[in-house]
């Protein structure tokens, strides 16, 4: 199975810090994602990538930046966090094709007081 | 912008009955649908996959499309306490690879 892992698991962080979320997958997946579940809303999916050097906006991408240095690394900035992004944050990734399965890494908690 | 509606919210069964949730997408161009668990505390992974027409079975898990009405269900028989679980239906078109998530069922089976 597709090992996708993420960094850090939790994290409290203060109104107006900068927040970096780290996702790295060992399968040579050509696209990754980000989203953030909260109750109520589901998976919503902020920033994603094709591929090494490329990010794509999703349906919720204000006040996130994301970075794909490599293949294996995805990483989710917040420049300037704010109480609203408080929530759980999931990164995942596919081999790329249509109608692939996506795998997800365990998660990022993340607290902004 | 893709819209997966799911239903119940949230549904109690007993051991050894039968759960069925559903699951329609808003876009007429759906070709994927997927169906996700996931156990409290964990990460969502995938339970079976439907991209035509028609039913399919695995072990106590049956899903069903039809494309017609962009509607999909997931039924499980013989329901286990270890099958609660929040269940995220997923859909996608071919010609993108953004996968848009319904909002859940969340099935408790009781002992």
């Known amino acids: 199975e597709a090992a996708v892992t993420q960094s850090p698991r939790n994290k409290v962080a203060v109104t107006g810090g900068k927040v970096t979320l780290s996702c790295n997958q060992t399968n040579n997946h050509n696209n990754m994602y980000w989203y953030r579940q909260d109750t109520g809303h589901g998976l919503r999916l902020i920033h994603y990538s094709y591929g090494a050097g490329s990010t794509e906006k999703g349906d919720i991408p204000d006040g996130y930046k994301a970075s794909r240095p490599s293949q294996e690394n995805f990483s989710l900035i917040l420049e300037l966090a704010t109480p609203s992004q408080t929530s759980v944050y999931f990164c995942?990734?596919?081999?790329?094709?249509?109608?692939?399965?996506?795998?997800f890494g365990e998660g990022s908690r993340l607290i902004v007081v | 912008q893709q819209k997966v509606q799911q239903s119940p919210e949230s549904l109690i069964v007993p051991e050894g009955g039968m759960a069925s949730l559903n699951c329609t997408s808003s876009?007429?161009?759906?070709?994927y649908f997927w169906w996700y668990r996931q156990h409290s505390g964990k990460s969502p992974k995938m339970l079976m996959s439907i991209f035509s027409n028609g039913e399919k079975e695995e072990g106590r898990f049956t899903v069903h499309l039809n494309k017609a009405s962009l509607h999909t269900s997931l039924h499980i028989r013989d329901s286990q306490p270890s099958d609660s679980a929040l269940y995220l239906c997923?859909?996608?078109?071919?010609?993108?690879?953004?996968?848009?998530f319904g909002t859940g069922t969340r099935l408790q089976v009781l002992p």
């Open positions: 997923a859909a996608s078109t071919a010609n993108t690879n953004k996968v848009v």
């Open positions: 876009d007429r161009n759906v070709d």
């Open positions: 995942a990734s596919d081999r790329g094709d249509s109608g692939n399965t996506l795998y």
